[in-house]
């Protein structure tokens, strides 16, 4: 169960360049881009895990940069079941389509405690249009977006459920080591093994039952929250993971 993030927050000027580190990974912005993107009004909110941030139907007249945390998007069949279709880590604009689209086809939860940095669209729009190098920036994040759903479709519909865990962690490691949250191949995970099976299509029983597998196989070891790739070219192996369809410069 989630309860929705409420409107209260704080209106602050973005308080960390962690959007700025994103887009430099995936674009060529000047240092001029960057100022501007520095200096975006924002309202800023602390989240508690499993909080509802956007959910389907809702016309959002803001979009939200994740300054820290972790954030899932997600669907729900008509049975109230739910799959999660993406992972969004510090950096990200989840919904920057929303800037375009009138009506959210999707939801957007918190999977860890994040914080956030909410930008109005009448924010978002002029910069926009009077900074052409944003705009192609902010282009190119949402096709990578879709990069990412279109492997996920194929994570789930065609690998085993070994290689589709070793995929998804491999994933996690990559675009975590990218905006600086992980060192080595490190990582600070707390995600419930049900929203991984929500993430996988697995049942949380079996998601339980790979996690050991690769443990035992020497490919992670896990401590509390804490995830390490004991060998880092096995799980790439394991996973059939190509870091490609994340559209990174200077790959982690």
């Not at 360049?17 to 975006?40: E, N, P």
């Not at 799959?83 to 999977?111: E, K, N, R, W, Y």
Request: hydrophobic share 40%; charged share 20%.
């Amino acid at each position: 169960m989630t309860t929705k993030v409420g409107p209260q927050v704080l209106s602050s000027v973005l308080s960390s360049d962690v959007l700025i580190r994103k887009i430099r990974t995936i674009a060529d912005i000047s240092d001029d881009d960057a100022a501007i993107l520095r200096g975006m009004s924002t309202q800023e909110k602390d989240v508690a895990a499993n909080q509802d941030i956007i959910s389907e139907g809702d016309s959002p007249a803001n979009s939200f940069v994740v300054l820290d945390g972790l954030i899932c998007s997600s669907k729900y069949t008509g049975q109230g079941r739910r799959q999660i279709t993406s992972f969004f880590v510090a950096g990200d604009i989840p919904d920057l389509h929303g800037l375009h689209l009138s009506v959210m086809d999707c939801s957007f939860s918190s999977l860890t405690p994040s914080r956030l940095g909410f930008i109005r669209h009448s924010v978002l729009r002029p910069i926009c249009e009077q900074h052409p190098r944003i705009a192609t920036a902010f282009w190119r994040s949402t096709l990578i977006d879709a990069s990412i759903y279109r492997e996920w479709v194929t994570n789930v519909g065609r690998r085993e459920a070994y290689a589709r865990t070793a995929h998804i962690l491999c994933e996690l490691i990559v675009r975590l080591r990218s905006v600086g949250r992980i060192e080595d191949h490190v990582a600070d995970l707390p995600i419930t093994q049900a929203a991984l099976g929500d993430a996988l299509g697995l049942s949380t029983v079996h998601v339980n039952r790979t996690l050991q597998e690769l443990r035992g196989d020497g490919l992670i070891a896990t401590s509390g929250t804490r995830l390490r790739a004991l060998d880092w070219p096995r799980l790439v192996r394991a996973g059939d993971f190509d870091p490609t369809y994340l559209h990174q410069r200077n790959p982690a």
